[in-house]
């Protein structure tokens, strides 16, 4: 019992990460109806930012960690929002009359390019960062299998939940939350009262790149160790955890997120590892078969 909730608490904190990076993903289809497949690698921008940002920080003495938290945080999301906004107006802007698959590639193209761009320009190493949220908090002991939660985890996982009760208030509850369901119901109407469309996708963009560079900020924490790689990685198991979730909605987007970080920790300590991303792939299919839209998903109504 102790290995599983111990398990449970591994599996909510990278869960956290996942629903975090995911939100993007269905931000953006559910506001122009395309899957940014670009949005992953954004997210591992993010994490070189928030690195290089720790590392300068630490060469002109600034060590105190609420204070290095708090300028990597304001650092990394206004540079990786400024990436999403650059992948918006070029991959995405220009071809939105054009037939639905010309973005997607687009989007793809980007992808390989923010790849091969950090590859030449950090290298291709892993890029480590020395601990700097230590400590944790011990649950279970029973002279057996000791359960223990760490700080980063706690901060993950209120981060997260702090993140998604403020998006959820300004999609619900502002201008800029209704220009966004606006949008994403008639494009060519909302236009038509008075909503300027581009400034909406675009600030959707960014908004949905400023909360991957806090999952990238989070990941990079966590784990200590990055490569240019990450972001397909990432990329494909938040594009899982929104379509498990129910791609458009952001609540099924935290909550697929969820999933897909349960499924891989638990798999990983009760079955084989190599076969975790196997296990995440299989839940989706099966749960794509019974519940086509994803489990918080509605169906598309087509206007006629």
């Known amino acids: 019992m102790e290995y599983f909730i111990q398990q449970l608490i591994n599996g909510l904190a990278l869960g956290s990460i996942y629903g975090l990076i995911a939100i993007g993903y269905t931000m953006v289809y559910g506001i122009v109806g395309m899957i ?143 220009n966004m369901r606006a949008t994403s119901q008639d494009l060519k109407m909302a236009s038509l009262v008075g909503i300027n469309v581009d400034r909406t996708i675009s600030l959707t963009f960014v908004i949905g790149a400023a909360l991957a560079s806090v999952a990238s900020i989070m990941f990079l924490l966590y784990y200590g160790v990055i490569d240019f790689f990450i ?8 594009f899982t955890a929104a379509v498990l979730g129910g791609i458009g909605s952001l609540p099924g987007a935290m909550l697929g997120g969820l999933l897909i970080g349960l499924i891989e920790t638990f798999w990983s300590a009760y079955f084989s590892v190599a076969y975790k991303d196997v296990a995440a792939f299989s839940i989706l299919a099966i749960v794509l078969i019974f519940m086509p839209t994803g489990i918080l998903g509605r169906p598309e109504v087509e206007k006629v």
């Open 231 to 238: 972001g397909f990685i990432a990329g494909i198991k938040a």
């Open 36 to 178: 940014n497949f670009a949005h992953g690698d954004v997210f591992m921008v993010g994490t070189y930012i928030a690195l290089i940002a720790f590392l300068a920080l630490i060469a002109i003495g600034i060590t105190a960690v609420p204070v290095a938290l708090l300028l990597v945080l304001i650092i990394a999301m206004a540079l990786t929002a400024l990436y999403g906004w650059t992948v918006e107006r070029l991959a995405y802007r220009p071809l939105r009359g054009s037939f639905r698959l010309a973005p997607l590639i687009s989007a793809i193209g980007m992808a390989i390019a923010l790849q091969n761009y950090i590859q030449v320009a950090q290298g291709a190493r892993v890029k480590p960062l020395p601990p700097i949220i230590t400590g944790n908090y011990t649950l279970i002991d029973n002279g057996g299998f000791v359960v223990q939660v760490s700080n980063i985890q706690i901060i993950i996982v209120l981060t997260t939940v702090a993140l998604m009760l403020v998006f959820s208030w300004i999609v619900s509850a502002t201008a800029l939350g209704r």
